[in-house]
Nanobody
Framework: QVQLVESGGGVVQSGGSLRLSCAAS????????MGWYRQAPGKQRELVAD???????NYADSVKGRFIISRDKVKHTVSLQMNNLKPEDTGVYYC????????WGRGTQVTVSS
């Protein structure tokens, strides 16, 4: 079992920055991928960015050039640095990982005001 705990959400003005962090605890063989999804009101959950165990990042087109994902394999954490935030980035951000199955955090709210 893997538990994921997110931190770092909040309210920010358009153009501002926020940093999200997620810590994994429990037991696992390998956290194949760690990443972030988001869900805006009335919309489906979508991938924001993820990073493999080898450190290869993957970004949604909408955040490329603005967000940076990083991972600490020793501390079992994944972080998302979000820069130049836009109102359309507003949503609940969920930490995600995959081992032999998927795990999700409870989510943290990010609100970007115009």
């Amino acid at each position: 079992q893997v538990q994921l705990v997110e931190s770092g959400g909040g309210v920010v003005q358009s153009g501002g920055s926020l940093r999200l962090s997620c810590a994994a605890s429990g037991s696992w063989f390998s956290l194949v991928v760690m990443g972030w999804y988001r869900q805006a009101p009335g919309k489906q959950r979508e991938l924001v960015a993820d990073i493999t165990d080898e450190g290869t990042p993957n970004y949604a087109d909408s955040v490329k050039g603005r967000f940076i994902i990083s991972r600490d394999k020793v501390k079992h954490t994944v972080s998302l640095q979000m820069n130049n935030l836009k109102p359309e980035d507003t949503g609940v951000y969920y930490c995600h990982t995959r081992t032999t199955r998927e795990y999700w955090g409870r989510g943290t709210q990010v609100t970007v005001s115009s």
